[in-house]
């Protein structure tokens, strides 16, 4: 009897030590699923606030855009097209109109479509962004901008693409045409949407310079022209197209004609209410038809305290296109002028307007006598007889022949 309770005992003693091991392993096994369930929970909840974060700092950076009235910005790797975010409804597909352009660095530096809605104002603010890094982040080849300030057609145009022909690398062409003009060109042109917005022009008022501006301006927007060239519709090349483009990319100077005139026609245009800012011995004349380097194109559409001057008080008979640039790089940038003009007109008729020739001018001699007339300029540190670059005025009846003439003569 007494061997049975003691056992009894022993077994009831096992059985309690079996039943707390197993009561302390359902709780380590509650207790591990509780954790597991509380990391998963931290785990959804880091995940939606990151997510809610970025929807809602994103909404609040297109907001704030929209409010500056900047655009949106685009991915990264420009493309519309990429999935939407998460929690936002997808978006429509955008029409081909409505599609942003990339901004990468060559369509920043180089931009090919002229056509913009800055005004004037807007405009040279921007063509007067400087970079401050000297160095550039991708090879730049140094461009020629011709800039055609026109009336409408181009009379010259075939001659002037015989000119352009296989130097598209090198030069860059802008049009400021009246408002509404469109010039026929085919594709293939060098012509071909090189037209900027325009607004009317008027001889011999403050227009004529706001439209010298408005060319430079535009032509600053690419940071591959380097030189700046100033035509009309009449004008016409007298050398070939390397010959002048090794001439502007290596000259020290810029080719402004400045000099002081002390008859009516020059000084006798001169404001005293320009005064104090300009004074009657900064005063200055010279053509119109300038060629000017990056530098000093930049601080001419940078100026406004000047410019304003000449728009108030220079009116006929004071012509500011003959006069403004003149001055204002003669009181600031003298050292960088060499004072004359590269393209050759006859004034030896008299009165407002030089001579035009037309289709009896149009020989071997007289392109001759353009090119080297006898006469020696400065060039650098040189005395050289190639002075003048371009010619004008030229009518339409002149093509032909300077197209029979151009091989022979100016070896294009």
Same mark, same amino acid.
């Given at each position: ?16 030590? !079996?039943?707390?091991?197993? %009561? ?52 990264? +790797?420009? $493309? ?40 004037? +104002?807007?405009?040279?603010?921007? *063509? ?18 011709? &800039? ?20 598209? +690398?090198? #030069? ?32 011999? %008022?403050?227009?004529? *310079? ?8 535009? *032509? ?11 035509? $009309? !519709? $009449? ?38 209410? &320009? ?14 038809? #300038? !060629? ?11 100026? %406004? ?26 009181? #600031? ?5 060499? +004072? ?28 001759? *006598? ?35 003439? $151009? ?6």
């Amino acid at each position: 009897m007494g061997r049975t309770r003691g056992g009894e005992g022993r077994d009831d003693s096992s059985a309690v030590g !079996e039943k707390e091991k197993h %009561t302390c392993l359902l709780r380590m096994a509650q207790m591990l699923s509780y954790l597991m369930v509380f990391a998963a929970g931290v785990m959804i909840g880091l995940t939606t606030c990151s997510q809610i974060n970025g929807i809602f700092v994103s909404q609040r950076q297109q907001y704030s855009l929209i409010n500056r009235g900047l655009p949106r910005p685009q991915p990264s +790797n420009c $493309s519309l097209n990429q999935p939407p975010r998460i929690l936002l409804p997808p978006r429509p597909p955008l029409d081909p109109e409505d599609q942003f352009q990339c901004m990468d660095i060559d369509n920043f530096v180089h931009p090919t479509n002229l056509i913009h809605s800055m005004s004037d +104002n807007e405009l040279f603010w921007r *063509a007067s962004l400087l970079p401050k890094k000297e160095e550039y982040p991708y090879k730049r080849k140094p461009k020629v901008a011709f &800039m055609f300030l026109t009336r409408g057609p181009l009379p010259m145009l075939p001659l002037w693409e015989r000119f352009f022909l296989g130097h598209s +690398n090198f #030069f860059n062409i802008y049009i400021h045409a009246p408002p509404g003009y469109h010039l026929q060109v085919s594709n293939y042109s060098a012509f071909y949407g090189r037209q900027i917005p325009s607004k009317e022009v008027s001889w011999g %008022t403050v227009t004529l *310079a706001d439209a010298e501006r408005r060319l430079l301006a535009n *032509a600053l927007l690419d940071f591959s022209n380097e030189r700046f060239v100033l035509l $009309s !519709e $009449s004008c016409i090349p007298v050398y070939n197209f390397p010959t002048v483009y090794r001439y502007l990319i290596d000259s020290f100077h810029s080719f402004v004609e400045s000099y002081d005139d002390p008859s009516r026609y020059g000084r006798g245009r001169y404001s005293r209410s &320009m005064l104090p800012d300009i004074q009657l011995r900064h005063w200055r004349k010279g053509s119109q038809w #300038f !060629e000017l380097n990056r530098v000093l194109a930049v601080y001419i559409v940078s100026d %406004t305290r000047y410019y304003t001057l000449f728009r108030k008080y220079c009116k006929p008979a004071c012509y500011p296109d003959e006069h403004y640039i003149q001055t204002f790089l003669n009181m #600031f940038h003298g050292s960088l002028n060499s +004072n004359r003009t590269v393209t050759w007109v006859d004034w030896s008729l008299g009165g407002p307007h030089p001579a035009t020739y037309s289709r009896a001018n149009i020989t071997v001699n007289f392109l001759q *006598a353009i090119r080297n007339n006898g006469t020696l300029c400065r060039y650098n540190s040189d005395m050289t007889s190639v002075c003048f670059l371009f010619a004008r005025k030229f009518d339409h009846t002149a093509l032909e022949p300077l197209l029979g003439l $151009s091989s022979q003569v100016m070896n294009f």
